[in-house]
């Protein structure tokens, strides 16, 4: 059996394939239509439920699978740079105790890598059957699909091109990667105030729009009525409400509060976890809390 043979019969599954994304994609599209139609078939019947809400369960029906899909590949990312470090301390002893870098890496073990030890395994695997080097980092690099990986490979390329005294090299690599961990982790603890203040901006606009909509303009609708049994629109100093429509300003707020939580959202999750695509998460339970307040808080 050729090399290329045994290459793609033990190459780790790769976590999403194009036909799975393209099935959570059919499945997801599928469930919007389902909850839009139904929607609109139950707005008439149930007090709460409107067109517009049936729209946005309808979009949040198509986006959290796709979400879900994409912050799954996010934390197998993060896996694999958690997991950088040790790798390379794992290369460092296997070097000092007497090994070259091929043999230290066919030394590394695979437990205790968590997402990296599969790619460790393909790693190995294709040394032994006599890939050349390069190539396999380059298809090592492929498979992690993280600049964190990218960096190391490069670096361990270099390394091993110019040899040298390999340990130190290997070792100031080490101490790099693990300092560049430790920077991130302090940025995210850095920022994450910065998250919980989103969510209490949203929560005080929130809060305000149910008040104004639930006490003030009940207000409004009181006088409307009071002008119309009267008989004094045109000469009472409030007849300008006369045209006020109490419920296109509620529409106006659940739309202001939407658009705050798909703004807030994004932006929570790019200065909490440096990924828009995390922020989607923040978007959902945002839109879910608007939708909440303004139909079932008013109630």
Sequence with gaps: MSVK????????????????????????????IMVITSSFYLAGTIQMLTRDIGIIFGILAAVIPLTLLQLKEVQRREGIDRHLPLFLLSLVSSIQSGSN??????????????NLGPLLKNLK?????????????????????TRMAKRVVVLLEIAFKNGGNVA????TIQKYVTDLR??????????????YTIYISFAVFISISVILSSQFFTQIESVKQLLVTTHIANSNVFSALSGVDISQIDSLLLNMAIIEAIFGGLAAGKIGSGSYVSGIKHVIVMIVIAVIAFNVVKF
């Design 182 to 195: 430790n920077l991130e982790k302090e940025r995210k603890s850095a920022l994450q105030p910065y998250t």
């Design 168 to 171: 130190e090299n290997l070792e």
């Design 125 to 145: 695997a294709n040394i032994s059957w006599g890939m050349p080097i390069s190539e396999a980092f380059e298809n090592f690099t492929k498979k992690t699909g």
């Design 5 to 32: 043979t045994q290459q793609q019969i033990t190459l780790p599954k790769i976590p999403f394939t194009r036909t799975e994304k393209f099935r959570v994609i059919i499945i997801s599209a599928v469930a919007s």
């Design 101 to 114: 870098l091929i043999q230290a890496i066919q030394m590394v073990p695979e437990r205790n890598m968590g």
